[in-house]
C-alpha cells in the first residue's frame, strides 16, 4: 500500500489499528473526497469499464441507490457467480449482492456506516438492508465487472465454526430489521418461515449443528406455526 501512495498520488495510505473489516471501510469512506463509494477487498478484482459504465447509470438516472453487475468466481472455483435477481423481498430474506456494489457516500452517512459489531461475515448484507428500502433503484450492469476470490476451507473444525458464527450474524441481522419485516410483509411469521426453510438447510449440511439449530428461537417459532399443518412440517423435514 505504501509503494502504490508513492507511485499514484490518487491512493492515501491511512494508519489504523486493525477492528475489523467494517471498521477499516467507515474509515477509508469516510476519509474518501469522491462522491461515489466501490468498497474493493485486496484479493478480489475489478473490471476496467465497472465503475464508469456504472457512474454513467448514476448519473443518467440520478434516484438510483445502488449499481452492480455481472460476477465471476476464481481461486478454489472458476465459474460465473449466478446471483438471484434483486427485489426488495428477496434481500431481506439473504444477501444477493457482493460487497463491491457501487453507492454514493451520502447514502453511507445517512446511514451512520457500516456496522462495527459486525465481524468476519454478512458486514455488507446488513449495509444493504439499511441502505435500501422497498423503493429503492437498484441497477445491475449487464457487464461482467467483479471477480470474488473463492479459498479453500482448511479443515472440517472451522467449517463447523464458520456455520455456527454466521448463524448468530444472521439472527442478530434478522433481529435489528424486524421494524422492516412487520411494515412490509402481510405478516411477519412468513418471514419466519422463510428462515426456519433456511435452518433446515443447515441441517442437511451439517447433522452436527442439530442442537443448537433446535434450540434456536427461529426455529421452535417457524416449527409452531407449521404444527397445525402437518403434512407442510414432513414435506420441510425430509
Known amino acids: 500500500a505504501l509503494l502504490r501512495t508513492k507511485q499514484d498520488a490518487r491512493f492515501k495510505d491511512i494508519p489504523k489499528e486493525n477492528g475489523g473489516l467494517s471498521s477499516a471501510r467507515n474509515e477509508g469512506i469516510k476519509n474518501a473526497k469522491g462522491e461515489y463509494i466501490l468498497p474493493l477487498d485486496s484479493d478480489d478484482k475489478i473490471s476496467s469499464n465497472y465503475i464508469s459504465q456504472a457512474i454513467k447509470v448514476f448519473e443518467e438516472k440520478p434516484k438510483i441507490t445502488l449499481v452492480y453487475c ?8 472458476d465459474k460465473a457467480w449466478d446471483l438471484p435477481q434483486y427485489t426488495y423481498p428477496e434481500i ?12 454514493r457516500k451520502k447514502d453511507w452517512i445517512k446511514t451512520g456506516g457500516y456496522d462495527e459489531e459486525i465481524k468476519k461475515g454478512y458486514e455488507d448484507w446488513d449495509f444493504w438492508l439499511r441502505i435500501l428500502n422497498k423503493d429503492s433503484i437498484v441497477v445491475k450492469l449487464p457487464i461482467l465487472g467483479f471477480y470474488y476470490r473463492k479459498k479453500e476451507e482448511s479443515m472440517i473444525s472451522s467449517l463447523i465454526s464458520t456455520q455456527e458464527h454466521n448463524k448468530k450474524l444472521i439472527n442478530y441481522i434478522f433481529k435489528k430489521q424486524m421494524d422492516v419485516i412487520e411494515d412490509y410483509f402481510e405478516h411477519p411469521y412468513l418471514y419466519y418461515l422463510q428462515n426456519y426453510s433456511f435452518f433446515q438447510e443447515q441441517l442437511k449440511e451439517n447433522r452436527e449443528q442439530l442442537k443448537s439449530i433446535q434450540q434456536s428461537k427461529t426455529y421452535r417459532l417457524g416449527k409452531s406455526i407449521l404444527r397445525p399443518f402437518k403434512w407442510v412440517n414432513s414435506l420441510i423435514s425430509r
Open 70 to 77: 455481472n460476477a465471476w468466481l476464481f481461486g478454489t472455483e
Open 92 to 103: 431481506l430474506l439473504h444477501n444477493i449482492i457482493f460487497c463491491s456494489a457501487i453507492y
